[in-house]
């Protein structure tokens, strides 16, 4: 940088010049103040300040470039973690084999012997691939395991790859999806080329759905990156034999959303269900489950497993995690049936909420409620047992609960079991309505709830209605594993119709209210006995209720059947 120094004629002093006038470069802009200068006879002259040679270089020039140099190295290995730009292209499939301990077997997998079944073929083609291939037989490419969640459908893919003793590419379909069109594609035939370098393998994907969902549905707006990757996916099936060594299988809950060319021979072409566990099947995931667990002698699995109808293999899962837990919280050996039991009640009904103080009045309310609904389930033929009886209020929302427990698994209903289900329904209000001489409260909605739409099933989905006859009203729901009990369907009658059927519905229920009542007026002493006693207990037994009962014969009324 040039400096200027100023040199006044008298005072006989020079700022020490180092370069001579006549070789001074004028900068921009400074031309008009030299002109200035040498009119007014100022002396002047200028030098470079001296810098501190490389060092200065270094400091300028080399350490910026280090520094980002080093951004860019960490920022890039980031990116690599966590999928970013660079691994867009890369599918994220993690990796199982034998070499990771991966000891999943068909002894861990219970409750499902149709679908084990159904795959031990694929295990025998993985372990002796030759065989099949000397003889010209195609094993199917795919295999879609299908039933509700929770069913064991990832630990029953992970059970193949452990018997066939191969290696698993697991992945979820949502992990094809991205921002940008393309990637998924990508990231299919990424996967493929990875699995056929590792054959004999298995290929395993979850939530099928995501990526497959049908392409036919009419609209305006369509997700081009979804339809690229179910197109690639299917090229890719399309394109390698089975005889390779790779099955691929896929798990899903809504079978019926699926792409049809999905479900084609060829590609997915061998279905594979899995439902809910009968009483059988859940004593064997119990028994899986427990392994590891110290039971004490009254934890009988077979009771635990009738207590316990509808759950699935994540379900009784919880239930073993959570009783050990509560075994151990109140410092036990051994976990016991007491433990079981609280687990059960904790995952059907939610945590126990004894801080919540109800008034006198609520509470002797809330008993004679589930009085009313545990003395109509006692005096029906059809209602399945009473197995206790209690006014806590649980975290669900309810303040009390009447607890039935099956004898046996039921795959369908008859129409006097269907009545009698919804008599016990409204056996609480109609006890309340005797009790307080007609004034009842909100309790009963849920309750209310629950049998209006039964009857309207009745009426409307089976067929038992003899005003409308043996016909069926409404577009039923499609979804086979996901269905929500009140869901919406598609009305394909007329007004008229549906005016028919809203009057026989209603003439329905107010018949089996008037059954529930009518059971509840006869057996007055019985109800008020055990209300009492359920306001001083807080919880009954069915031994406490045989006890506190009558004896007497069913009552005409819980005889009554509707035509």
């Not at 837990?325 to 410092?331: I, P, Q």
């Amino acid at each position: 940088m040039g400096v200027l120094r100023e040199e006044k004629p008298n005072s006989g002093k020079v700022v020490t010049p180092h370069m001579p006038q006549a070789s001074r470069l004028p900068a921009m802009g400074e031309t008009t103040l030299l002109k200035e200068l040498d009119a007014h006879g100022v002396k002047f002259s200028g030098r470079m300040e001296s810098s501190s040679g490389w060092l200065y270089a270094l400091a300028s020039w080399v350490l910026p470039l280090l520094i980002m140099a080093g951004i860019y190295r960490v920022g890039i290995r980031k990116m690599g973690q966590s999928g970013g730009l660079l691994t867009f292209g890369k599918n994220r499939a993690k990796i199982h084999d034998q070499s990771e301990q991966l000891k999943v077997t068909f002894e861990d997998v219970a409750g499902v012997d149709e679908a084990k079944a159904e795959l031990v073929e694929v295990v025998d083609f993985l372990k002796h691939p030759k065989k099949y291939q000397a003889l010209g037989g195609r094993i199917p490419k795919g295999v879609l395991l299908v039933g509700p969640p929770g069913t064991g459908k990832t630990l029953l893919a992970r059970a193949v790859a452990g018997e066939a003793g191969v290696a698993i590419f697991s992945l979820s379909g949502s992990e094809f999806v991205e921002m940008f069109v393309g990637v998924g594609a990508a990231r299919v035939r990424d996967l493929f080329e990875q699995a056929k370098a590792k054959a004999p393998c298995i290929i395993f994907i979850d939530e099928l759905d995501a990526i497959g969902k049908s392409r036919s549905v009419g609209g305006v707006f369509t997700n081009d990156g979804r339809e690229q990757t179910l197109n690639q996916l299917l090229v890719e099936i399309d394109g390698f034999d089975s005889s390779e060594g790779v099955i691929i299988m896929a798990a899903t809950n809504t079978p019926e959303v699926l792409d049809p060319a999905l479900l084609r021979g060829g590609r997915f072409d061998r279905q594979v269900t899995l439902d809910r566990p009968d009483l059988e099947g859940r004593e064997a995931i119990l028994r899986v489950h427990t392994r590891k667990v110290k039971l004490a002698a009254s934890a009988d699995l077979s009771v635990i497993a009738a207590r316990t109808p509808g759950m699935v293999g994540s379900d009784l899962a919880t239930i073993v995690n959570q009783a050990a837990l509560l075994a151990a919280r109140r410092g036990a050996a051994e976990v016991e049936r007491r433990d079981f039991e609280e687990a059960i009640d904790r995952v059907m009904l939610g945590l126990e909420k004894k801080k919540q103080v109800m008034s006198a009045e609520e509470k002797e309310r809330v008993a004679y409620h589930e009085t009313g609904h545990t003395l109509v389930a006692l005096s029906v033929k059809h209602a399945d047992p009473v197995h206790r009886v209690s006014i806590i209020p649980r975290s669900v929302g309810a303040l009390g609960y009447t607890l039935q427990l099956p004898l046996h698994e039921k795959y369908l209903m008859t129409q006097p079991e269907i009545e009698d289900q919804i008599a016990v329904m409204l056996g609480g209000r109609a006890a309340e309505e005797i009790i307080y001489q007609g004034v009842v409260s909100t309790g009963s909605s849920n309750d209310l709830e629950r049998a209006s739409e039964l009857v309207r099933q009745v009426v409307t989905r089976f067929g038992m209605s003899a005003e409308l006859g043996p016909l069926t009203w409404g577009v039923p729901n499609s979804a086979r594993f996901l269905q929500t009990p009140f869901s919406t369907e598609p009305r394909n009658y007329s007004e008229r119709t549906a005016h028919m059927i809203n009057e026989e519905a209603r003439r329905m229920i107010t018949e089996i209210y008037a059954q529930a009542k009518g059971i509840l007026t006869e057996r007055q002493a019985d109800l008020k006995s055990i209300a009492g006693e359920l306001m001083r207990k807080e919880t009954l037994y069915r031994a406490d209720l045989d006890r506190l009962l009558t004896p007497a014969q069913p009552t005409a009324a819980s005889q009554g059947r509707l035509q």
